[in-house]
Antibody, heavy 121, light 111 residues
């Protein structure tokens, strides 16, 4: 069974940093593109960042470029999101999600349970 | 404002059918057959219900179906059941964006 387990969320002040992790199991991790998708409280879903299986092809939405860095350690089956210069508008539940194939295919299955990031002043 | 437009809410009685629309542009829904739909119950992670416009993952009830016409995709749920009450989000691959765009979500109420 494919499982994704996020961790690393918490409370942080504006300008602070957090690193999220997503531990994957039940599939050959290196073979799949992975993404981070966030959901602000009471709001909809927003794709944030993605990384190819090899780690060489990364993508970001404009609002996090230069502040967030996605990476992966295929030896540990773990996905990361390093978030720097955090802003109040980054407050959200962050989900990791698996692309169904090896490349960016435009849909996600499954999703982790999410980890909450709260940026407060 | 979300890139894809969905109605904020829809409702139906048990046993009835409902359809949720998802309107995009020629840069996303209109060009790519990479539309997916997700169901999200309160406090839970999204669950894939439809991918590539009309395909159902294993384990998803055949009461759920998807279609697309022009720049608008649709999710139809037939034989509504109480457990279908949830938020539903559409998603599309998007040329104009970095990767994908989501709709704002539709709250389905089963009366």
């Amino acid at each position: 069974e494919v499982q994704l387990l996020e961790s690393g969320g918490g409370l942080v002040q504006p300008g602070g940093s957090l690193r999220l992790s997503c531990a994957a199991s039940g599939f050959t991790f290196v073979g799949y593109t992975m993404s981070w998708v966030r959901q602000a409280p009471g709001k909809g879903l927003e794709w944030v960042s993605g990384i190819s299986g090899s780690g060489t092809n990364t993508k970001y939405i404009d609002s996090v470029k230069g502040r967030f860095t996605i990476s992966r350690d295929n030896s540990k089956n773990t996905l990361y999101l390093q978030m720097n210069s955090l802003r109040a508008e980054d407050t959200a539940v962050y989900y990791c999600a698996k692309d169904p194939y090896g490349d960016y295919t435009g849909w996600f299955d499954p999703w982790g349970q999410g980890t909450l990031v709260t940026v407060f002043s | 404002q979300s890139a894809l437009t969905q109605p904020a809410s829809v409702s139906g009685s048990p046993g009835q059918s409902i359809t949720i629309s998802c309107t995009g542009t020629s840069s996303d829904v209109g060009t790519y057959s990479l539309v997916s739909w997700y169901q999200q119950h309160p406090g839970k992670a999204p669950k894939l219900m439809i991918y590539e416009v009309s395909k159902r993952p294993s384990g998803v009830s055949n009461r759920f179906s998807g279609s697309k016409s022009g720049n608008t995709a649709s999710l139809t749920i037939s034989g509504l059941q109480a457990e279908d009450e949830a938020d539903y989000y559409c998603c599309s691959y998007a040329r104009s964006s970095t990767y994908v765009v989501f709709g704002g979500g539709t709250k389905l109420t089963v009366l």
